[in-house]
């Protein structure tokens, strides 16, 4: 679904939960929701599947995410409804993105070749924040083919001090000079 279409619905849902002071439940509920979603192929499955309702596929979601808020279950009915089910998770990540900008917090993606303890992702995320002036939170990742060091992504911006970047900078250099 086109970011516009997927920001409008993710708008709605923000203007609901900023009215009734609950962004931080809400934001919860549905991250806890995207994630769960993408990382379980048969409920994705099931609000695929043409053969099942969406009152069935709503009711599934309502016992899968028992306590969660009635606002985020009113918008899947309406993404069933215009047969844009595909585009939960979507919403659901937009929406959190909402939240975040909303509260100043910026997310900077950490990938480093080997998992990165607690100790140090915090120094890095302090770092960050202190140079942006923002409150920070870390996505860390784990991308063996760097190498060695680390490439971080914050604002639009990126910081590669990986091995693998190196390596291609020392290549570029020694294939742009010519032999004595």
Not at 30 to 53: V, W
Not at 83 to 101: I, Y
Not at 130 to 150: C, Q, S, Y
Not at 151 to 180: C, F, M, W, Y
Request: hydrophobic share 40%; glycine share 6%.
């Amino acid at each position: 679904m086109d970011r516009i279409i997927t920001g409008r619905y993710a708008r709605a849902l923000f203007d609901i939960a900023l009215e009734k002071n609950c962004l931080q439940s809400y934001s919860e509920d549905a991250a806890l929701m995207a994630d769960t979603i993408e990382n379980t192929p048969e409920l994705g499955k099931i609000l695929l599947d043409p053969g099942i309702s969406n009152e069935q596929k709503l009711e599934i979601l309502k016992k899968s995410f028992e306590g969660a808020e009635d606002d985020i279950f009113g918008l899947f009915a309406v993404l069933f409804k215009k047969n844009r089910q595909t585009e939960l998770t979507g919403v659901l990540r937009h929406f959190c993105e909402l939240v975040r900008e909303h509260e100043g917090i910026t997310v900077a993606t950490v990938e480093s070749a080997v998992e990165l303890d607690n100790d140090r992702l915090e120094k890095i995320r302090k770092s960050l924040s202190d140079n942006l002036n923002k409150r920070v939170e870390t996505d860390a990742r784990v991308l063996p083919e760097l190498i060695g060091g680390i490439r971080i992504s914050v604002d639009g911006h990126l910081i590669d001090s990986s091995i693998l970047k190196q390596l291609e900078n020392l290549r570029k250099e020694l294939s742009g000079s010519t032999p004595a």
